[in-house]
């Protein structure tokens, strides 16, 4: 519902890149089908259920890196290698095995955009 | 300037102001403002330097303390939010007839649209009011630079310098060169008594002084490379544009190539450019954020019946800050969203925390008043202003800072009862104290909840003036120790909070109650970095 909520300030040839999977925290959360109806039924959409990729691939705590690989072919200020060496640099204090694992969270949102653009 | 640094406005303000050799910033929270004060708090360079950050009480005490400081010869930055200037507008309206030595400047950011502020009002209209400078960058980089610029012409002109941002260039980052910084003044009090005891004699010469530095500051905002005209001022056209600060950046969006542009960053507003702009176009359209402020000035300015568009005449929204939207229409060029509102949207009003203790202050007063149908709870400024919203519907006012306490006293001497006032810890220090010393002179039938969360919440979590003082302060200013309590607001506490309230309802003069109990965000953010510690 947040990516919706702004829908006003994107650009005609502007890009939702959002998690599919909703968190519900208010009593009155619309219901989830009619907001992915909604959004489907825009333009331009990138969308993926973050949080049960992430739990899949045992990566629980890396969900939103998945969505920065996700928004990566399309910020046009920083280019994928760029982001991937500022995760490197943020994480490095947290060890390797916690800049692997963001990593690869980062190529799975990646792949996951570049595969949907080029459908 | 070779380095460069992602900057909100407000950073780059801090940043600018500390490179111009800043010896102090004297401040109280309030949006858009708070981060310039913050960042200056965590500067690596501040904390060498020794600049002066704390919080301050309230504006004035601010203002004053910043005077102080240029006083003795040294730069200082007094940071507030719009509705601060009125706090601190006796201070600032008679330093500029004082007069300031080393450099002053004012920064006030005004809120458009009133995201979280309870009026628009225009600074600018304080800094015409008292007659100095004012500065209003368009952009990040400006902020940055303009803020050395101010320092140095508030030193030349020897008048305290008012700097204005909006909360979307408070609020937004930018990429912005920095350069090295300057040394800081050195101490040299001034000796010039005439010109700072402002007795008649003396407040007569210097306002006259005042006065006739006006063409001085008139002329210094004419040949600002701040204030610049751009597009074609040749030959005529039908449109010209004054795009004041932030208001730059939106007409540049949508600007027809050639469009006359009069680039307004520094005021007073140079008489002679607006009526250079008039001579070359049939009609002249002013853009600027906030309240028709130049507008009105143009329309003195030039002949009546020459066509002047702008808030005012309707082109743009009389309310509210600019959007590039508004502006590309108000231009004559298509603007508008491509995509209309989403249906599936639930509103999120805002709401207090789980496990605030302000909640449990509601529960009890809500129970109580149920048993007082004429019960008023007079509220105030803070996170428990929430308490107006569902579910507790609980205030009948809020106004501004401290004005529970003194409207409570005002409604009892009228004839209400009871007469309960609701006023945060930080808020009873900044503006509530003085009100509270009426209410015990009068003997006022007024019950007052100073709900102390430790902390100044609703800004972020900033120290507060009086924390572990309140008991002090409300029995030194007469409060009687009878009546004067301290709670924990906690649902298990709910019977003895709300017997206490009750008994205090039925005696008839000052009483005080302190519900105690820490923001859960501050006590989150110290068991979090208490535990980062330990790791
Ligand atoms: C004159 C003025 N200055 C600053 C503000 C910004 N402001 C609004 S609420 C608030 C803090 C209130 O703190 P406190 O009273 O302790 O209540 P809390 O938010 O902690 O519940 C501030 C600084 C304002 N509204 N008016």
Known sequence: MEALRYLPYLAPEGVIV?????????????????????????????????????????????????????????????????????????????????????????????????????? | MSEKRLLLGDEAVALGALHAGLSGVYAYPGTPSTEITEYIQKSPLARERGVRSRWCTNEKTAMEAALGMSYAGKRALVCMKHVGMNVCADAFVNAAVTGVKGGLVVLAADDPSMHSSQ???DSRFYGKFAMVPIFEPSDQQEAYEMVAEAFALSEALRLPVLMRLVTRLAHSRAAVAVGEAQAQNALSPDDERTRWVLLPGNARRQYASLVA?????????AQSRRNACEGGWNDKKPLGVIAAGIAYNYVRESAPAGL???????YPLPAHQVQELAAHCASILV??????????????ILDAGYPVQGRLSGELPRTGELTPDCVARALGQPGGPAFADAHNLAPRPPQLCQGCGHRDVYTALNKVAAEYPDARIFGDIGCYTLGALP?????????????????????????????????GDSTFTHSGMTGLLDAVNDGSAITVIISDNLTTAMTGGQDSAGTHKYEAICLALGVEREHLHVVVPLPKNMEEITRIIREEIEYRGVSVIIPQRECMQTLGRKLRQKKAKEA
């Open chain 1, 18 to 119: 959002t998690a599919s999977h909703p968190f519900v925290n208010i009593p009155n959360y619309p219901e989830e089908s009619a907001l992915l109806a909604e959004l489907d039924a825009l333009p331009h959409v990138v969308r993926l259920d973050i949080d049960a990729l992430a739990r899949e691939q045992q990566l629980p705590k890396s969900a939103n890196m998945i969505l920065l690989g996700m928004a990566a072919p399309f910020l046009g200020l920083l280019d994928a290698e760029q982001l991937r060496a500022a995760i490197s640099r943020v994480f490095a204090a947290k060890g390797e095995a916690v800049v692997a694992a963001n990593l690869q969270a980062f190529d799975l949102g990646l792949d996951h955009s570049q595969k949907s653009v080029s459908k």
């Open chain 2, 119 to 121: 009026n628009e009002q």
């Open chain 2, 213 to 221: 530095k006006q063409a001085e500051i008139e002329a210094a905002a």
């Open chain 2, 260 to 266: 006359p542009v009069f680039k307004l960053s520094q």
């Open chain 2, 287 to 300: 853009v600027e954020d906030g309240q028709p402020f130049v507008e009105e000035q143009v329309r003195g």
């Open chain 2, 391 to 423: 579910p507790f519907r609980a205030i009948d006012t809020c106004v501004d800072m401290g004005a529970s306490i003194t409207m409570a006293k005002g409604a009892a001497d009228a004839g209400v009862h009871p007469a309960i006032a609701v006023i």
